[in-house]
């Protein structure tokens, strides 16, 4: 499987960006992340096809939430803009290195990595 970490969580005001990094051990065809707020299921957030670049981004997000890649860096960001209470979270990415599986379905992805934390507070 693919290594993963997470990085770039942190605190921050209503209004805030921040940006998330995750960096893998091996390029994988497939990135996503997902987020997860105590109490809650996962959610998908957004999604990278590594080789293209072509992304999805959820509606919950579209428009504050931009994910990219270096694949020179093993390396997918999740830039977060307009950040609201509502996404607090924690942060996960998840990686694939196959085709299968739907964007945000955790089923669809068999590497993990630990999770970073997201609070947003006025």
């Known amino acids: 499987q693919v290594r993963l970490v997470e990085s770039g969580g942190g605190s921050v005001p209503v209004g805030g960006s921040l940006t998330l990094s995750c960096v893998s051990s091996e390029l994988a065809r497939r990135v996503a992340w997902f987020r997860q707020a105590p109490g809650k299921g996962r959610e998908g957030v957004a999604h990278i096809f590594t080789d293209s670049g072509a992304t999805s981004v959820a509606d919950s997000v579209k428009g504050r939430f931009t994910i990219s890649r270096d694949n020179a860096k093993k390396t997918v960001f999740l830039q977060m803009s307009s950040l609201q209470p509502e996404d607090t979270a924690m942060y996960y990415c998840?990686?694939?290195?196959?085709?299968?599986?739907?964007?945000?379905?955790?089923?669809?992805?068999?590497?993990w990595g630990r999770g970073t934390q997201v609070t947003v507070s006025s």
């Open positions: 998840a990686a694939t290195l196959g085709w299968g599986g739907y964007y945000y379905d955790v089923r669809s992805y068999n590497s």
